[in-house]
């Protein structure tokens, strides 16, 4: 399996402001994912990003609040622009190694005051 | 697109009871399934799948889950519950037609002493 260096790990940021997560994997990887869990709540899919091509967005996320960068494969960035106290989440990458072998980053924990 | 529940909020079972933590899921094509659990304060944590072959499945930590075609359930057991068992599980879904994976709700597990 995939080793994930996620960061930061936690930050706490003012609203209107921005903040960039990190994801770097230890190999390869066509596909990356990334999360929200939001207070007491599941993992929702925000987007998932492949290299060399825009990332694909689910049903209620935009490339503006959340623009991903993916330059490689082995790297990737979700920015959460423009914050409210809304986006105060948990963020985490994932990636999947060959068919089935997800693995998660230890997260971000975003507070927004 | 594929979905999956987790009827149960909560949990609780005494120390050294058998536990079960449901799941049931829908997917239009062949489904991979999956149980993490988190602690608190910590990442995602892999705990078994699914993806072809026997029925039971057996994974960390001496969790076991069955998976049952018919009923489209995959819940999570096991024998004799440990305190140190409560945390967080989330049941989760691939459909062999995607690679992303969705969540479950979440049940929060708690063993008492």
């Known amino acids: 399996s995939a080793v994930i260096s996620q960061k930061p790990s936690r930050d706490i940021c003012q609203r209107g402001t921005s903040l960039t997560i990190q994801c770097q994997v230890d190999s390869q990887v066509t596909m990356m994912f990334w999360y929200r869990q939001q207070p007491g709540q599941s993992l929702t899919l925000i987007a998932t990003a492949n290299q060399g091509s825009e990332a694909t967005y689910e049903s209620g996320f935009v490339i503006d609040k959340f623009p991903i960068s993916r330059p490689n494969l082995t790297f990737s960035t979700l920015t959460v622009s423009n914050m409210s106290p809304e986006d105060s989440s948990i963020y985490l990458c994932?990636?999947?190694?060959?068919?089935?072998?997800?693995?998660f980053g230890s997260g971000t924990r975003l507070t927004v005051v | 697109a594929q979905s999956v529940a987790q009827p149960e909020d909560q949990v609780n079972v005494a120390e050294g009871n058998p536990l079960t933590v449901k799941c049931t899921y829908s997917v239009s094509g062949n489904p991979y399934l999956f149980w993490y659990v988190q602690y608190p304060n910590r990442g995602l944590q892999f705990l078994l799948k699914?993806?072809?072959?026997?029925?039971l499945v057996k994974g960390s930590y001496g969790f076991e889950a069955e998976f049952n075609k018919s009923q489209t359930s995959f819940h999570l057991k096991k024998p004799s519950a440990l305190v140190s068992d409560s945390a967080l599980y989330f049941c989760?879904?691939?459909?062999?037609?995607?690679?992303?994976?969705?969540f479950g709700a979440g049940t929060r597990l708690t063993v008492k002493p």
């Open positions: 699914y993806i072809t072959g026997d029925n």
């Open positions: 989760a879904v691939r459909d062999s037609g995607n690679n992303d994976m969705r």
């Open positions: 994932s990636v999947v190694i060959g068919k089935h072998g997800y693995t």
